[in-house]
């Protein structure tokens, strides 16, 4: 117990003496030990790299779950040693949703078939937004909270320490100097003129009380400047340590976009094909408004207004199918439309952009590259997903829904 006691009065006198140091350093009434430029700039950079980390793991935090309530669920499951549950992503709910509509309305409607198709590709949407996540939480974020957690933690501490070593440091040279002016206070001025024997006998010992107080002080303050330097050169390795930390979250950088990259390559496939499942419903509606029926015409487009009737691509007559004539080759006696064969109507010819790139399955088919300007228009026959399309002297079939049609 006494043991205990005088460590607990040891440490109270260690702290209070660091308390008026670092109080008197504060009012500029003491001197401090400056360390040097290097280590100066090592810790700099030690508290520039701990900054922005921190910063950049939340920031990533958010753009991977936007959710505020479900990153404090997420901090807590981690802080409790807990497998976080597995949570139902926007797109996959979407998905689920989106089904449920279709076989109220019916799977085998147009709408219901539209919601199955595109509910299946939120489903794979979200599905590799999981996988993103679960991969740039690995191999990203893990990484910069064990820097943050684990080595930043050792630094500061080893910081601290070193902090509390000059304070020691700093106290001890306060108090070799003030034992040094005693000292030499007492050894100018002795006084040999007290007559009452108590004075006397404490003026003539005090030089050598102060002697053994400068002894006392020296002992202390090379001790520690030892304590000082040792944990100094400590620090320094642990500071000298951050650039292999910025090497490691580079490579982890590199593996987060490469990540995000498949993630976005896969959504823009899946939206793709997506696109593609659903250009024959796109086309229908198309069709409609801009391509006529040759073979039943219905009666509202016999007796629409003349300024309707101008707004739809005209059609070509109709070919004659004539008998095949053995030995000669005839595509319109096959009945076949060969774009090739069929001159263009002699006026209502329409202008249309080019959407996206397309690139021809075969000769009947014209390549096109997006944003350029194509003359388009109908033939009887055909299927409504297509039109014949000219640029220059190419010519052939182009998919409706690769096409903004102008007026």
């Known amino acids: ?129 999981r996988d993103f996540i679960h991969s740039a939480s690995i191999n990203f974020l893990t990484p910069l909270r064990n820097f943050l957690e684990g080595d930043w933690r050792t630094i500061s501490k080893e910081r601290r320490i070193l902090q509390n070593r000059r304070l020691d440091l700093d106290a001890c040279k306060a108090r070799l100097k003030k034992a040094k002016a005693a000292e030499a206070k007492a050894a100018a001025v002795p006084d040999f003129q007290e007559t009452r024997p108590r004075n006397y006998v404490l003026s003539a010992s005090a030089s050598a009380l102060w002697s053994d107080e400068v002894e006392k002080a020296e002992h202390e303050l090379r001790l520690t400047q030892t304590e000082f330097d040792r944990q100094a050169e400590v620090t320094r390795l642990l500071l000298e340590g951050i650039n292999s930390t910025h090497v490691n979250h580079l490579r982890c950088l590199h593996e987060f976009v490469e990540s995000q990259t498949n993630y976005y390559a896969q959504c823009y496939q899946y939206m793709l094909d997506l696109q593609k499942q659903l250009g024959s419903s796109k086309g229908e509606i198309f069709s409609g408004t801009f391509v006529g029926n040759a073979e039943s015409p219905s009666p509202a487009a016999a007796t629409s207004p003349p300024a309707v009737a101008a707004a739809t691509i005209p059609a070509v007559p109709t070919i004659p199918v004539v008998p095949t004539i053995v030995g000669v080759p005839n595509t319109v006696a096959e009945g076949v439309l060969n774009p090739n064969e069929v001159k263009p109507p002699a006026s209502g010819t329409r202008k249309a952009r080019v959407l996206y790139d397309y690139e021809a399955a075969d000769s009947s088919e014209l390549a096109l590259l997006a944003d350029e300007l194509i003359t388009v228009y109908s033939l009887p026959g055909m299927d409504p997903d297509w039109l014949i399309g000219e640029r220059g002297n190419q010519k052939g079939k182009v998919p409706v829904t690769y096409l903004e049609l102008l007026s």
């Not at 205990?4 to 008197?24: H, I, P, Y």
């Not at 409607?109 to 939120?122: F, N, R």
């Open 1 to 129: 117990m006494d043991f205990n006691v005088k460590k607990l009065a040891s440490d109270a006198g260690v702290f209070f003496s660091r308390a008026v140091q670092f109080t008197e350093e504060k009012l500029g009434q003491a001197e401090k030990t400056e360390l040097d430029a290097h280590f100066e700039s090592l810790l700099a950079r030690a508290d520039c790299t701990k900054n922005w980390t921190e910063k950049i793991l939340r920031q990533t935090e958010v753009l991977l779950q936007p959710n505020p309530s479900a990153r404090v669920e997420e901090f807590l499951y981690e802080k409790l040693d807990r497998k976080v549950p597995s949570r139902v992503t926007n797109g996959e709910l979407l998905a689920q949703y989106m089904t449920e509509a279709a076989n109220d309305f019916g799977p085998g409607t147009p709408y219901g078939k539209t919601l199955i198709k595109v509910g299946e590709t939120q489903r794979r949407l979200g599905a590799a937004e």
